[in-house]
């Protein structure tokens, strides 16, 4: 994952003096900045045609992790529990697992809490980033059996098309499982189309026929 916050570019005598400079400026941990060579410094001659070494620093995904810690740990601070979570990076995407006792909690009813608290994981670091980033929080595994339950809604409502019922409207749901919608049907029914309507939180996926497979 290559990410590049808040560019900027530094001077200095040499590459390790111009780095510094980047690092008081960003008020930031060395390790959370990256950095590449714009000029090497060069000495001349008595003093004349002397460069500085010029680098292009910029805060790194390792920032982008630590502020998404602090984050996090703020906000399950406010459930009674024993979290344990891990943060990785997988391209543009951050994937945030949590376990412990009390998960019940955290997934909400119908999964209203842990769908609120992935939109507000994402707010915050798409705040950060000047690259969009999606963040998907998966409770105890909640995401993998919410997936293959939406499957089932989806297979079954497709069993339910035909040319008098040439759409079908899902129940309204959350941007990332109109997306699951979306790409499952895209990846397993060529013959399908599906569109998102409605304005949240009463959004809505419509499954329909292609017209290459409506009777005129």
């Not at 900045?33 to 070494?53: D, R, S, T, Y």
């Not at 979570?85 to 391209?91: D, V």
């Amino acid at each position: 994952m290559n990410i590049k916050i808040r560019e900027k570019q530094f001077e200095g005598k040499s590459i390790d003096l111009a780095f510094d400079e980047a690092v008081k400026y960003y008020d930031a941990s060395p390790e959370e900045i990256g950095f590449e060579v714009i000029q090497q410094p060069k000495k001349g001659f008595l003093g004349i045609g002397n460069k500085l070494a010029i680098i292009n620093a910029f805060l790194n995904e390792k920032y982008l992790m630590n502020r998404l810690n602090e984050f996090l740990c703020s906000l399950l601070e406010h459930f009674d529990g024993d979290f344990d979570y891990s943060i990785n990076f997988q391209g543009k995407n951050i994937l945030v697992r949590l376990e412990g006792d009390g998960l019940g909690k955290l997934i909400g009813k119908y999964g209203r809490t842990i769908g609120a608290m992935q939109h507000i994981l994402s707010i915050y670091i798409n705040r950060l980033s000047s690259t969009k980033i999606d963040v998907n929080l998966d409770v105890g595994e909640y995401r993998r059996k919410k997936k293959e339950k939406i499957y089932e809604i989806v297979d079954n409502a497709i069993k339910r098309l035909n040319d008098e019922n040439e759409r079908i409207e899902l129940a309204p749901m959350f941007s990332y499982e109109r997306r699951i919608v979306h790409e499952y049907v895209r990846r397993n029914y060529s013959h399908i189309m599906t569109e998102s309507i409605g304005l949240e939180p009463y959004r809505k996926v419509v499954i329909k026929l292609t017209k290459s497979h409506i009777k005129a």
